[in-house]
């Protein structure tokens, strides 16, 4: 029914909306929408358009956007993964699905969409994305450090593979880094060495 129609589309988590083709005002808003962009209901965004909303600059791409929408051939559903958008003095990141939808005769009425917060998600890729780079500038520090130290450095995991090599240990033991990260400590040191050695070994495990 289209009561039933009306209550999913209203309480979809995800932003729903239509626009008339000849002006791109709003003809439908769904609530979750209309609470994303800071507004009680859809019914507030009803004959506006973006520039009642957003930075004019960010309602001129829209506004393109749709029109290129409007322009593609039938059934075609332009895809925009990544779209910022500035609520209430913040940006926030929506990923959007856009079709024209057509009349009996073919020609496009409105501009249906469909978007998705995706703010959260790319603030945490920003966050690992800084973090490994934190970790790769405190790796280098590290290897800067300990190939200027005169005496070898080496880390093993508890499988006993190398994780980590200075200069002076590769050069000891005439391996390359490609070759050492990742050996076993048996076939580094040699069965004699790593015989003495295991005993110290197993009690830093421990």
Known sequence: SRQL???VVENMPAMIFLKRA???RYAMFNRYGALLLGRASGEEMIGKNDY???PAEQADLFAAGDRGVL???P???TEIAEEPITVGGQMRYLTTRKVALRDEHGVATHVLGISLDITERKQAEEALRATVERL???EQFVRTVTDNLPGMVAYWDAGLRCRFANRYF???HQMGADQMIGARMDEVLGERA???SAPHVQAALH
């Open 5 to 7: 129609f009306s209550s």
């Open 52 to 54: 009642d909303f957003v």
């Open 170 to 172: 590769l050069e000891w």
């Open 136 to 138: 790769a500038r405190s």
């Open 71 to 73: 322009a593609s051939p």
């Open 22 to 24: 000849d002006d791109l």
């Open 194 to 196: 790593y015989a003495d």
């Open 75 to 77: 059934g075609h559903i």
